[in-house]
């Protein structure tokens, strides 16, 4: 479950596990047509930052991020993201998989 550590008033820590990928790909595959505009971002954007450097906040494209949270980092002005390869790869899988789907509710 993903972490998150509120460090002041202003900054969060956020520290994530592959698990957390598996979740967030669960929740778009079961509401595909709420978060098919980050299946889509995630799917075609993802390759450009090398995968691993993916900033959901880049292309407007966190719903499904936070949700897996549970926690808005909005409204912090500083946070950062611990996680490992495999989360960003297999959330990349993940979204590849639901892609053709999602792109039918945009």
């Not at 998150?4 to 079961?30: C, F, H, P």
């Not at 799917?43 to 959901?56: A, D, G, L, R, S």
């Amino acid at each position: 479950m993903a972490e998150v550590t509120i460090v002041n008033e202003k900054t969060i820590k956020i520290a994530v596990q592959l698990e957390d990928a598996l979740t967030m790909i669960r929740d778009a595959q079961t509401h595909i047509t709420e978060y098919a505009f980050d299946i889509v971002t995630m799917v075609e954007k993802m390759p450009q930052f090398n995968y691993t450097y993916f900033c959901f906040y880049a292309y407007d494209s966190a719903s499904l991020f936070e949700r897996m949270l549970n926690t808005d980092p909005k409204q912090y002005t500083s946070f950062s993201l611990d996680a490992p390869d495999s989360f960003f790869y297999a959330l990349y899988g993940g979204m590849t998989g639901l892609y053709e789907e999602a792109r039918l509710y945009l």
